[in-house]
């Protein structure tokens, strides 16, 4: 039925404060004013229609996402619209397009990484978009290790200029964002050679296509890398190729913040760390973190009000059938993903803090926190994009057989989504440099270096070692000490069982290679506590609205011993929990969905999704989903006709023969 709100008989049970739930997700009322305007602005206009994108060809999606991002920002310079409310138009248009590489990427890369004489002259280029610009870091043969790319940049002091080159097949520029059909210039990342002598991997700015004619500027060869996994999905996207044969450029196109090469071909390097040529991939990892929780909320929005619609078995005495959302199977499942929806939030919130204070510091050449920094993006990006890509799944699987369709909305978020967990750096080789990070703070330990911020508990290390949980009944795991102090416990020791067996070898790099799947599952561990301690941290914070700290303990309690009892193996062999307290804690935790289950629509609300931005007939916010569902199919163009094409061509010869053939 039109009009009328199937969910409104749960939307009734929710024990809080929605509307004060809205403002916590959204970080604060202002941001939650801006996205809902923002929201509602690209909904209601017909130019952002995305129903129809798992029906088109290539051509035709990428000439449409085209027309969108110019329409974008059409509208962006009609309203007057702030950066802030521009970005998150863009973000809602949902759409993966150039614009993501060049406002994502692009501009970071100057911004960090440019003087200021380079920041004046590049930034309102690119700000106004009178240039368009990508990220042109990963090789055909070389993306994980930065330090093996082959691309030379040779400085030519005749000419005051530098010499960009592809010396081989493997050299050539492969994936970046934006690169194969749109943008005019990229941030090119090359081997920098003065006088015969490799200087390492540095970033250049290089125009690539002719603003007049927009044709490849000569001695460039570039174009798309082809069709990726899913359809529509992340094809809107023009991931390109890119050969140079001796481009060159002049010699003030080099980003200069870091290190310089003076007129004579003179390398001089600053006194900022060499690591901040990385720098554009620590403030994206750090967005990458609050993406996720945006991602994942989208799918738990889809799968909670689809269960709480859905009905199968249990019909008794003329009751309809029962809602699948109160089978405690379907509620083990769903809830603790609801759970991780809020814990990326906040950590992610938390990360976007810790980035800005690093950055402040660097302003003041404090750059003390760098590696804290570098550790905690990579490892949080690693760990809540892996778990998204798989909660989105899980989403699909809790919808059944709907799930599988594209208009519920699943399928493209999740081909669209999978990628980040190898773009910006593949979650394994991350976490890898996490447990770097975990492996010299321990080696430092005896040094009397002082552990600090998200590794402060290291400091603790020989009391983390010796401790006992004193969980006795299910509440106690209610209690956030007992759970800090066993999730601190099980990290620690995790860290130090590799550090001991890193110590048997003699050669170090040969002990990590060999230790690596131990030393992958202790920064894990790391990181999962970061998530619940920030998630703790966050209860600490006034919270108003009726319920609303209330239902957030809860949900910080789910996502902690939800992870509790999934590595039960971790905290038993450790030593740092018995099993009965394993027990306790899965107890706490069926009475813990309990509590959710009234409010589980109320929490989905929360996030203030519009249809559109959703996309699915299974999430509808109305719940009128059969109705909907049923007329969606009769949109597919194989239902233009009664007959499709190919029958008679093929099916008919096909039938007629088979008759025949059973009649001789
Ligand atoms: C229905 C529709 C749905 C829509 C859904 C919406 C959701 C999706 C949104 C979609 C929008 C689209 C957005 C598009 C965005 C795409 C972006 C993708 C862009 C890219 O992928 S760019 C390329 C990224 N590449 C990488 O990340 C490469 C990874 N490799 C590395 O980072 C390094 O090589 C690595 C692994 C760190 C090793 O480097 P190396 O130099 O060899 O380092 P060492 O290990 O020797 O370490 C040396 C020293 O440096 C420290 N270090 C390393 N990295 C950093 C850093 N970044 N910052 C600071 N310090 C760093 C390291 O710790 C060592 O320190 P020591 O003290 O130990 O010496
Ligand atoms: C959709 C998409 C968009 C992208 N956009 C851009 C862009 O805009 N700009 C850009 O420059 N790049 C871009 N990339 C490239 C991306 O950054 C790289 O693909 C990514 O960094 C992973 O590197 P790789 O492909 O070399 O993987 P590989 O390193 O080859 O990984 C292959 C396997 O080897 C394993 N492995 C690698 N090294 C180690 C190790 N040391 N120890 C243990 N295991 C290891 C990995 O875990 C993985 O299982 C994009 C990629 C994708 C998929």
């Not at 005896?446 to 600090?452: I, N, Q, T």
Request: hydrophobic share 40%.
């Amino acid at each position: 039925m039109e009009g009328v709100d199937h969910l409104a008989f749960e939307r009734n049970k929710a024990q809080f404060d929605v509307d004060a739930m809205k403002i916590v997700w959204a970080g604060s009322s202002h941001a939650l004013e801006v996205s809902d305007r923002m929201s509602r602005l690209v909904a209601s206009d017909p130019a952002f229609r995305k129903d129809n994108r798992a029906m088109l060809g290539r051509k035709e999606l990428f000439k449409n996402t085209l027309r969108k991002a110019a329409y974008a920002l059409k509208r962006i310079i009609e309203l007057r619209l702030s950066e802030e409310e521009a970005s998150m138009l863009r973000s809602f248009v949902d759409e993966p397009a150039f614009t993501d590489l060049h406002w994502g990427m692009f501009v970071p890369a100057i911004k960090g990484q440019g003087t200021e004489e380079q920041l004046k002259k590049w930034l309102p280029l690119a700000q106004k978009m009178q240039i368009i610009g990508c990220y042109a870091q990963t090789e055909l043969g070389h993306g994980s290790n930065v330090q093996g790319l082959e691309t030379t940049v040779t400085f030519d002091p005749k000419t005051d200029e530098f010499v960009i080159h592809s010396p081989t097949l493997t050299s050539s520029k492969w994936w970046p964002g934006g690169l194969g059909k749109i943008s005019t210039h990229a941030v090119v990342y090359g081997r920098l050679i003065t006088d015969g002598q490799d200087h390492g991997v540095h970033g250049f700015i290089v125009q690539l296509r002719s603003l007049d004619d927009h044709l490849p500027l000569p001695g460039i060869t570039v174009g798309d890398i082809g069709m990726k996994f899913g359809n529509g999905a992340y094809n809107t996207m023009d991931n390109g190729v890119l050969r140079f044969d001796h481009v060159r450029i002049p010699r003030d196109q080099m980003l200069m913040r870091v290190s310089r090469v003076t007129r004579e071909g003179k390398y001089v390097q600053s006194n900022v760390p060499r690591q901040l040529v990385y720098g554009t991939m620590v403030y994206v990892r750090q967005t990458i973190v609050s993406d996720a929780s945006t991602a994942l909320s989208r799918a738990v929005c889809i799968a909670t009000r689809y269960s709480a619609v859905r009905r199968q078995f249990g019909a008794t005495g003329g009751n309809p059938e029962s809602q699948v959302i109160d089978y405690k199977t379907q509620q083990a499942r769903l809830f603790p993903l609801l759970a991780s929806a809020y814990a990326f939030r906040f950590v992610g919130e938390w990360l976007k803090w810790l980035y800005t204070d690093v950055m402040t510091r660097l302003q003041a050449n404090d750059f003390s926190t760098l590696p804290e920094a570098h550790a905690c993006t990579a490892g949080l990006k690693s760990l809540t994009t892996s778990a998204t890509s798989d909660g989105i799944e899980e989403c699909r699987k809790l919808c059944g057989g709907h799930g599988y369709l594209c208009s519920s909305g699943l399928p493209e978020l999740f081909a669209v989504y999978v990628p980040t967990c190898t773009y910006e750096g593949d979650n394994i080789v991350l976490l890898l440099q996490v447990a770097r990070h975990l492996m010299k703070t321990i080696s430092q330990l005896g040094s009397g270096k002082k552990p600090v911020g998200t590794v402060a508990y290291m400091g603790r290390v020989e009391q983390l070692m010796e401790s006992r949980s004193d969980v006795q009944k299910a509440e106690d795991w209610l209690n956030p000490s007992a759970v800090l102090g066993a999730f601190e416990a099980r990290a620690a020791r995790k860290s130090v069982a590799c550090a001991k067996n890193l110590s048997k070898f003699s050669n170090p790099e040969e002990g990590f290679l060999e230790l690596s799947n131990d030393l992958v599952e202790a920064a894990r561990a790391h990181c999962q506590l970061i998530v619940v301690s920030k998630f703790i941290d966050k209860l600490q914070q006034d919270i108003p609205g009726k319920g609303v700290k209330q239902l957030l303990e809860v949900l910080c309690s789910i996502y902690a011993l939800f992870h509790l009892h999934k590595h039960l193996g971790d905290f038993l062999s450790t030593g740092c929990i018995t099993s009965k307290q394993g027990s306790l804690a899965n107890d706490q935790l069926r009475s813990l969905y309990s509590q959710v289950r009234p409010n589980a629509i109320g929490l989905v609300d929360a996030f203030n999704y519009t249809d559109h931005y959703l996309s699915s007939i299974l999430g509808r916010y109305d719940g009128n989903v059969y109705p909907k569902l049923y007329e969606e199919a009769w949109k597919d163009p194989l239902n233009d006709s009664v007959i499709p094409d190919g029958f008679q061509e093929y099916i008919r010869p096909m039938l007629k023969q088979q008759l025949r053939n059973a009649r001789l």
